[in-house]
């Protein structure tokens, strides 16, 4: 079955930085875009970051030029690096994908798009 199972989550100090995985089975990993999301406390689930099969990305604007995003398919690992974090970057961070195969999720950072998800890891940002 589909499993998406994230790691790397952890507490750390402003201005730090973290490597989030997002390993994948039970599908062609390669033939899937990801999304990255993210969940603070008291907030609803926002899209963080997105690569397609192909390797095409797209960002939200808060962690433009913060974060990358990048999919090692030989793996069947997608990354977000995450660099010169604030407090606001805390939160429950989730990988997810869709249904179909070699098909592109628009808009990209709707979550309802997705179909299957990680359980999350926690990200703490603060001093």
């Known amino acids: 079955q589909v499993q998406l199972v994230e790691s790397g989550g952890g507490l750390v100090q402003p201005g730090e930085s973290l490597t989030l995985s997002c390993t994948a089975s039970?599908?062609?990993?390669?033939?899937?875009?990801i999304g990255w999301f993210r969940q603070a406390p008291g907030k609803e689930r926002e899209g963080v970051s997105y690569i397609s099969a192909g390797g095409i990305t797209y960002n939200s604007g808060s962690i433009q030029g913060r974060f990358t995003i990048s999919r090692d398919n030989a793996r069947n690992t997608a990354y977000l690096q995450m660099n010169s974090l604030k407090p606001e970057d805390t939160g429950v961070y989730y990988c997810?994908?869709?249904?179909?195969?070699?098909?592109?999720?628009?808009?990209?950072?709707?979550?309802?798009?997705?179909?299957?998800w990680g359980q999350g890891t926690q990200v703490t940002v603060s001093s």
């Open positions: 039970g599908f062609a990993f390669d033939d899937y875009p």
């Open positions: 997810a994908t869709g249904r179909n195969p070699r098909r592109e999720i628009f808009p990209w950072d709707q979550d309802s798009k997705y179909t299957y």
